[in-house]
């Protein structure tokens, strides 16, 4: 059984795909890219509210908010296949949305108070 196994890493590692897991510390970079993302993301739509408040801008920028929410996943699966050469897990994945969620709502709460 061990050979067994022992050849199957031997193949997956010839092809680059060897079946590690990301280190612990992954959870906690995945909160801190969402909260990244997301506080970008209230940036932006920040930007554009100061430049006119017509209903096509308002617009703009409550979908620079949603986006910059949905950026935070694709950010941290190119991130970790790019250093570790795995896919984001469940948990990482929620780190990262909750940790963008909770950005922009408290930063957009606290900046676009008065606008």
Same mark, same amino acid.
């Given at each position: 059984?061990?050979?067994?196994?022992?050849?199957?890493?031997?193949?997956?590692?010839?092809?680059?795909?060897?079946?590690?897991?990301?280190?612990?510390?992954?959870?906690?970079?995945?909160?801190?890219?969402?909260?990244?993302?997301?506080?970008? &993301?209230? &940036?932006? &739509?920040?930007?554009?509210?100061?430049?006119?408040?017509? &209903?096509v801008r308002q617009?703009?920028?409550?979908l620079t908010l949603?986006?910059?929410?949905?950026?935070?996943?694709?950010?941290?699966?190119?991130?970790?296949?790019?250093?570790?050469?795995?896919?984001?897990?469940?948990?990482?994945?929620?780190?990262?949305?909750?940790?963008?969620?909770?950005?922009?709502?408290?930063?957009?709460?606290?900046?676009?108070?008065?606008?």
């Amino acid at each position: 059984m061990r050979l067994e196994r022992s050849g199957r890493l031997l193949s997956l590692a010839r092809q680059g795909e060897l079946p590690i897991e990301a280190p612990r510390h992954t959870e906690a970079t995945a909160a801190l890219i969402g909260a990244a993302t997301g506080a970008l &993301a209230v &940036a932006v &739509a920040l930007g554009v509210l100061h430049a006119d408040g017509s &209903a096509v801008r308002q617009a703009l920028a409550a979908l620079t908010l949603f986006l910059g929410i949905a950026t935070g996943p694709i950010v941290l699966g190119v991130w970790l296949s790019w250093q570790y050469r795995v896919r984001p897990r469940p948990g990482q994945t929620l780190a990262c949305v909750g940790a963008a969620v909770f950005a922009v709502c408290a930063l957009a709460g606290f900046f676009m108070r008065g606008l």
